[in-house]
């Protein structure tokens, strides 16, 4: 076996009781923040950083959790986006049904790809869900519903419930961050389950795991699957936040963002991956209105982080003087 | 006595967080055939392998020749004239017989030609394209030791040379090794064959908890066969 | 006019060579994967950017220097192995400890940034370079006209192929090779300077893509995205054939090269993803690929 990709994940479980207070006062002083962040910053900045935070937790899910390196996180994100906005623009679907059925596309898509993924290991497995990505990308050029080059436009929010209007800036943040909140609860609740912690051990050992009479490529599916839903339920929510679903949520580079988003913030870290989409939406923002191109920021951040920043920025807090008198051990 | 050809003091090794060696001393004088006897697990391959430089979280000193090893690079231990025969024998299924043969270069003169090893080894000329992994134990272990003979290094590190073979393949190793001394190879092994080592050998370390704890030549054996049962427990 | 299940002979052959081509380039191209990952156990997800670079080279080399589609061709390989190698040996060789994943990420960084140096600096679309001289113009084969620098693509990329085999399977430099995939340790404490290998190794399969960009140059258009573009495809190429064998990346590049051109004559809506398909049935039935020895 080679070593297991670097995680802080042990910290999570392994966290002492000072650690749980520290993390519940930085919990309530982070959702606080998220309530009150649309009165200082672009609420569709803000929606979109939620979007792709629970999008990068989702692909944690797997990396950090289960250790399986998916190149092809796009197609559940991008797939969503598609689902929700068809549903919603062309069926009439409400948007809180429109998400859902986005979710359940993206993980009806994540059992297929994971049926085949996880037949291999390690880097065959990043290169074979990239492929399949990609012919989902071309299936998405060429089927009828995805308009093409053009995409799914002018997509409504429609109204939550039946009666509370989404077009309302306000009330579609607050819809954002009730989906994130939800989705990072799913997150949590499921690392810690039992499932999670098989899971976990699989990361760690899988042969260990297979003699201990899992079966290890269930366990694999389901987490595929899982995290293919999240992805799914991000890629939804950001279809309905911007209106439109087109190639470039399904496109190979967005599978590649996410994994620097969860790198940047710290791989096996639960909230690492929000920081580092928060970093890296923040950076492609500033970016967008400079001639200089996004991709060879990202090339160069990519090359940084795997070189000098494995842990990433909440590993390294994890591990750092501070991070430990604040209760969290870094055990590697 | 004169400068032994290998000397080794106080050397500590690690891999990774477990501290395997505290504190080697021995030496090997030119010409001399070595064997460390000691029970599984007490740090023998450890010593070999830290001592060719495979194992590279070590302290203390090595000197070959005089020289100091420590800071000598894996690739460069070799041209030294360090040749070493790994306990699994590394041989290449890639590679043929003659490819596995001809694979580590030739560090200095006064190494067996092609000619020589083959007249030393038939049963290699025979098989000499078939892939390297065809071969039976014994031959496969043949092809290790012939292959480092063919380099010209002064110190031949055999690490369990007879393991799982036949009897009379046993023999044949110990024939073989009769040869080099009588040319004037250096060898140092660590060996599980009591018997076999005991016919071979010069001069013994004995070996326990990481370190050497007796060194004696082979004419003292008998009287030192009681120790030797309580430290190996056989 | 000739058919063939009920395709005209011109069309079905026509679609072949090009099948034949795009084969010959993801031969060259899951080729230099197979020895780089073999030895380095990196997926040099930069492949394609390397492949782009060698193609920009040739056509920079022609525009500022006036250098011709001949000396570029033993030059651009040159240049971009030589950047491959400064790479290795400054970057990529401190990640070898580490999970092979990281590998796979940091070469992935490294093709974003050269693509997007690219992007920036000569725009997305397509640049022509022209064929040379001496390879202008058709054959008439009898049953179709072959356009000559197409048959050269496919002529030289088998040269070089064999080539390469010929050279890890029957030379002193391919045996250390092959020895140190099995067991770099081994080899390098017989006295081979190991760590040159890797820099040598991954400089000569960057070479080897470069190669297949320059070759490529005056067949599609020099653009800074031709590389991701055919890297996703040799990926697959790579799982069905499995890295195990040399030969078997040569080979599986040239079939699904061919498959792909077949299927765009019998149903060109899936021509895109026919290798994506042969992949996901390879991986149903033999999931090691089929000249696969590891697990």
């Known amino acids: 076996m080679s070593d297991a990709i670097q995680t802080t994940a042990t910290v999570r479980t392994e966290r002492s009781a000072t650690a749980s207070k520290t993390y519940m006062a930085f919990l309530a002083i982070g959702i606080l923040l998220l309530a009150i962040a649309p009165f200082f910053f672009y609420p569709i900045f803000l929606m979109k950083l939620l979007c792709f935070a629970l999008f990068a937790c989702a692909f944690n899910l797997l990396l950090g959790y289960t250790g399986l390196l998916s190149f092809g996180h796009a197609a559940f994100f991008g797939g969503a986006a598609y689902f929700t906005a068809h549903v919603v623009k062309e069926w009439g679907f409400p948007p809180e049904i429109g998400i859902l059925v986005g979710a359940a596309g993206a993980a009806g898509l994540g059992l297929i790809m994971g049926f085949f993924a996880i037949r291999r290991q390690g880097i065959y497995f990043a290169m074979i869900t990239l492929a399949l990505s990609q012919m989902f990308f071309f299936f998405c050029l060429q089927a009828k519903f995805t308009h093409g080059e053009d995409g799914i436009q002018s997509v409504p929010r429609g109204h939550l419930f039946g009666f509370i209007d989404l077009a309302d800036t306000t009330n579609m943040y607050y819809f954002v961050l ?47 699957v899982m995290s293919a839903a999240l992805a799914g339920l991000a890629g939804g929510t950001k279809a309905l936040v911007f209106q439109f679903a087109t190639l470039t949520d399904v496109g190979w580079q967005m599978s590649g963002e996410v994994i620097l988003m969860t790198l940047l913030g710290g791989i096996g870290t639960l909230i690492g991956p929000v920081f580092g989409a928060g970093l890296v939406v923040a950076l492609q923002n500033y970016l967008a209105t400079s001639q200089f191109p996004v991709t060879i920021i990202t090339g160069v951040v990519f090359m940084v982080c795997v070189l000098l920043f494995r842990r990433g920025i909440i590993g390294e807090f994890y591990a750092s003087r501070l991070g430990r008198k604040l209760g969290f051990e870094h055990r590697r | 006595m004169a400068q ?12 990774g967080e477990s501290h395997i060696l505290h504190g080697v001393d021995m030496t090997v004088g030119e010409g001399e055939t070595i064997t460390i006897l000691g029970r599984n697990g007490v740090g023998k391959t450890t010593t070999l392998r830290t001592i060719m430089g495979i194992l ?39 590679l043929t017989v003659e490819e596995n043969l001809m694979l580590p270069p030739v560090v200095a003169g006064g190494g067996m030609s092609l000619d020589e090893i083959y007249a030393l080894f038939p049963n290699l000329q025979e098989r ?34 007879t393991e799982g073979l036949a009897p009379v393949i046993v023999q044949r190793i110990g024939e073989v090794l009769k040869t080099l001394k009588a040319r004037g190879m250096t060898v140092l092994m660590v060996e599980q064959n009591f018997r076999f080592a005991s016919k071979v050998a010069d001069r013994f370390y004995l070996m326990d908890h990481g370190r050497m704890v007796a060194d004696f030549p082979v004419g003292e054996l008998p009287q030192r066969m009681d120790m030797l049962h309580k430290v190996l427990g056989v | 006019m000739t058919m063939i299940f009920g395709i005209p002979l011109q069309a079905f ?17 899951s ?114 006209f072959l356009p000559n620098y197409r048959g050269w693509v496919v002529v030289v990329s088998l040269v070089v192929c064999i080539g390469t085999w010929l050279l890890i399977e029957k030379t002193k430099l391919g045996a250390y090779l092959r020895a140190a995939t099995e067991n770099a340790t081994l080899v390098q404490a017989f006295g081979v300077n190991v760590p040159l290998l890797l820099t040598l190794t991954y400089g000569i399969g960057a070479a080897l893509a470069a190669f297949a960009g ?44 061919i498959a792909e051109g077949l299927t765009k004559v019998f149903y060109p809506e899936a021509s895109n993803i026919v290798i994506f398909v042969i992949m996901a049935i390879v991986l149903l039935i033999r999931p090691a690929g089929l000249f696969g020895r590891d697990a």
């Open chain 3, 13 to 29: 052959f026509g679609q072949l060579l090009i099948g034949l081509i795009n084969g010959s380039f993801y031969a060259l191209l």
């Open chain 3, 31 to 144: 080729l230099g994967l197979a020895v780089i990952f073999g030895l380095l156990r990196v997926i040099n997800f930069a492949h394609g950017a390397q492949y782009m670079l060698g193609a920009f080279v040739a056509m920079l080399m022609l525009q500022y220097f006036g250098i011709n589609y001949w000396f570029a061709l033993l030059l651009a390989p040159l240049v971009v192995g030589l950047f491959g190698a400064i790479v290795e040996r400054l970057l990529l060789s401190r990640l070898y400890k580490l999970d092979h994943l990281y590998g796979l990420l940091f070469t992935f960084g490294l093709a974003l940034t050269i693509e997007g140096t690219f992007r920036y600096l000569y725009g997305s679309s397509g640049q022509p370079y022209a064929p040379p001289p001496q390879l202008t113009g058709a054959t008439n084969l009898g049953f179709m």
């Open chain 2, 128 to 161: 000499r394209t078939s892939p390297g992994t065809k071969l039976s134990g014994g031959e496969q272990q043949m092809l290790a030791i012939a292959r480092i003979l063919r380099t010209g290094v002064k110190l031949l590190i055999l690490d369990e040379p």
């Open chain 1, 178 to 224: 009730a989906v994130f909140l939800i989705g990072m609860v799913v997150i949590w609740r499921f690392i810690n389950s039992p499932f999670g912690m098989i899971l976990k051990s699989i990361r760690e050992n899988e042969q260990r795991a297979i003699s201990l009479g899992y079966s290890v490529a269930r366990y694999k599916l389901g987490a595929f």
């Open chain 2, 56 to 94: 590279r979280e070590r302290k203390g000193e090595i000197r070959f020749g005089g020289k100091d090893m420590l800071s000598v690079p894996l690739h460069k231990t070799a041209h030294a004239g360090l040749g070493f025969v790994p306990e699994e024998r590394g041989i290449f299924s890639t």
């Open chain 3, 214 to 257: 320059v070759l490529a140059a005056p067949v599609y258009q020099v653009s800074p995205l031709m590389g991701s573009n055919i890297i996703i495809v040799v990926f697959a190429v790579v799982v069905v054939g499995g890295m195990g064998s040399i030969m078997g990346a040569i080979l599986t590049g040239y079939m699904l090269g």
């Open chain 2, 4 to 15: 032994p050809l290998l000397q080794v003091s106080n050397l500590n090794a690690w891999y």
